[in-house]
């Protein structure tokens, strides 16, 4: 079965950095895009980043364009996302989700087009 393991949470003061790995497994890697997603209490699921399956696209949301940065490493099935600047803001439980269409020509924002998810790993950031 296809399965995404989250690691590299923790807790950190504002203006510090982490990075966060996803581990994909039970399934071509390579054909797939991934997102990242995270959600704080009371508030829906959003999107923060995304790449394609071929690593030359990626898209952020505004409010992390230019601290997080999304790469692949295809050889490790794994999926990067770099974060720098942290602030409060930023505190979530953040997912990486697997696109379901191989070699899609996009790069989707919407959680509906994911369909396999990690368990999370939490990102708290304090002031």
């Known amino acids: 079965q296809v399965q995404l393991v989250e690691s590299g949470g923790g807790s950190v003061r504002a203006g510090s950095s982490l990075t966060l790995s996803c581990v994909v497994s039970?399934?071509?890697?390579?054909?797939?895009?991934v997102g990242w997603f995270r959600q704080a209490p009371g508030k829906e699921r959003e999107f923060v980043a995304a790449?394609?399956?071929?690593?030359?696209?990626?898209k952020y949301v505004d409010s992390v364009e230019g601290r997080f940065t999304i790469t692949r490493e295809d050889p490790e099935n794994t999926v990067y996302l770099q974060m720098y600047a942290l602030k409060p803001e930023d505190t979530a439980v953040y997912y990486c989700a697997l696109d379901p269409l191989a070699a899609r020509a996009e790069v989707p924002t919407s959680p509906a087009v994911y369909d396999y998810w990690g368990r999370g790993t939490q990102v708290t950031v304090s002031s």
């Open positions: 790449i394609d399956f071929s690593g030359a696209y990626t």
């Open positions: 039970g399934r071509t890697f390579r054909l797939y895009g």
